[in-house]
């Protein structure tokens, strides 16, 4: 049962458009991260939200974690093709004290020149 | 370099066979996570270690499946007689609270073919 559902699952825009990523659960997360995966490598972070309601920006990304701290969003301001990869939201979840870690279904971004 | 190490990096053996992957984690960190990702799709959650103990375990972890970190510092992780269906990429990360969020940082990842 994958508890982080991600949409869209794949998305195509051309460059410069704005786009937002979803990051959905029914469980409560302590704190969510998102990550960038290029083909053949492992996930880099990009952000740790931690505050329900909390935005972060990092340059043209601009990431939002919901009130209840079940949600988050990314949102990317004129994607440029470097921004093509695939995109991860995970968190932390169980009970305190415990720390396992799940990963989103993913969203697969391709940014054309 | 201070990094998630993980080796082999490509790994291709015959359905059948037992293979093995190490992951050094960042030395400081106590947690290491080993998870299993497909092409195009999320990582999927295996197992995690806090020092040498094994906390969590998945039911994707099988018992052909079986992970080790017996000095709190390195782990393996040992698929026997492989499948097919275990051809995948298997990434290890270790972490560290910070400021109350548990962050972890991933090796490049061990890509398993079998064939």
């Known amino acids: 049962t994958q508890l982080l559902e991600q949409s869209p699952q794949f998305l195509s825009i051309q460059e410069g458009e704005n786009l937002t990523v979803y990051c959905n659960s029914s469980?409560?997360?302590?704190?969510l991260q998102w990550y960038r995966q290029e083909p053949g490598e492992g996930p880099v972070l990009l952000v740790t939200?931690?505050?329900?309601?909390e935005v972060k920006k990092l340059k043209r990304l601009t990431f939002q974690f919901g009130d209840a701290r079940k949600d988050s969003s990314l949102h990317i301001t004129a994607a440029q093709p470097g921004d093509t990869g695939l995109y991860l939201c995970?968190?932390?979840?169980?009970?305190?004290?415990?720390?396992?870690?799940?990963f989103g279904t993913g969203t697969r971004l391709k940014v054309l020149a | 370099d201070t990094g998630v190490s993980q080796d082999p990096r490509h790994k291709i053996t015959k359905r059948g066979q037992n293979v093995t992957f190490r992951c050094d984690p960042i030395?400081?960190?106590?947690?290491l996570y080993w998870y299993r990702q497909t092409l195009g799709q999320g990582p999927e959650f295996l197992t995690y270690?806090?020092?040498?103990?094994?906390?969590?375990k998945s039911r994707l972890l099988s018992d052909r499946f079986s992970a080790e970190r017996p000095k709190g510092s390195f782990s393996t992780l040992e698929i026997q007689r492989t499948e097919q269906g275990d051809s995948a990429m298997y990434l290890c990360?270790?972490?560290?609270?910070?400021?109350?969020?548990?962050?972890?940082?991933f090796g490049a990842g061990s890509r398993l073919t079998v064939l």
């Open positions: 990360a270790s972490s560290l609270v910070i400021s109350g969020a548990n962050v972890l940082t």
């Open positions: 469980s409560v997360f302590s704190s």
């Open positions: 939200v931690v505050t329900g309601g």
């Open positions: 995970a968190g932390t979840i169980g009970a305190s004290g415990t720390y396992k870690y799940i």
């Open positions: 030395s400081e960190h106590n947690r």
């Open positions: 270690f806090q020092n040498e103990a094994q906390l969590e």
